[in-house]
């Protein structure tokens, strides 16, 4: 089979009517390397890359609240630098580059996504 790992998508596919900022960029604890009280940021085992998360809000009016927050596993060498906040706007818009999509059987045993961009964040320009 051709495919194999992480299935390449596009921003629209994932999110189709945008998403927006609503936390902070922050550093993804790899569970099996920290220890007694150590921090070890996570790898991507694919890459080898540093991951990072951000919460970010689905902009599809159609999504039940609990599932309008996702976060977002982004994979990058150093730290990236969300664009800066829109005057007027209560979150931040952004588009993800480079993203891959890997399915995975959630807690409550159903289908879920990891959606992770290899790219830093960009802004999304509004006129």
Same mark, same amino acid.
């Given at each position: 089979?051709?495919?194999? =790992?992480?299935?390449? /998508? @596009? !921003?629209?596919?994932?999110?189709?009517?945008?998403?927006? *900022? /609503? =936390?902070?960029?922050?550093?993804?604890?790899?569970?099996?390397?920290?220890?007694? =009280?150590?921090?070890?940021?996570?790898?991507?085992?694919?890459?080898?890359?540093?991951?990072?998360?951000?919460? #970010?809000?689905?902009?599809?009016?159609?999504?039940?609240?609990?599932?309008? @927050?996702?976060?977002?596993?982004?994979?990058?060498? #150093?730290? &990236? /630098?969300?664009?800066? &906040?829109? &005057?007027?706007?209560?979150?931040?818009?952004?588009? !993800?580059?480079? *993203?891959? *999509?890997?399915?995975? /059987?959630?807690?409550?045993?159903?289908?879920?996504?990891?959606?992770?961009?290899?790219? &830093?964040?960009?802004? #999304?320009?509004?006129?």
């Amino acid at each position: 089979m051709a495919l194999q =790992g992480p299935i390449p /998508v @596009t !921003f629209a596919m994932v999110f189709l009517h945008g998403c927006y *900022i /609503v =936390g902070e960029v922050e550093p993804v604890r790899d569970s099996d390397a920290s220890s007694n =009280g150590r921090f070890v940021q996570a790898r991507d085992k694919q890459t080898g890359e540093l991951v990072w998360q951000v919460a #970010v809000m689905d902009g599809d009016r159609t999504l039940k609240p609990a599932q309008k @927050t996702v976060a977002v596993k982004i994979l990058a060498p #150093v730290q &990236p /630098v969300p664009p800066q &906040p829109m &005057p007027g706007l209560p979150f931040t818009p952004v588009a !993800f580059d480079g *993203i891959t *999509i890997t399915p995975y /059987v959630n807690a409550a045993g159903r289908l879920a996504y990891s959606p992770r961009p290899r790219m &830093p964040a960009s802004p #999304v320009q509004h006129s």
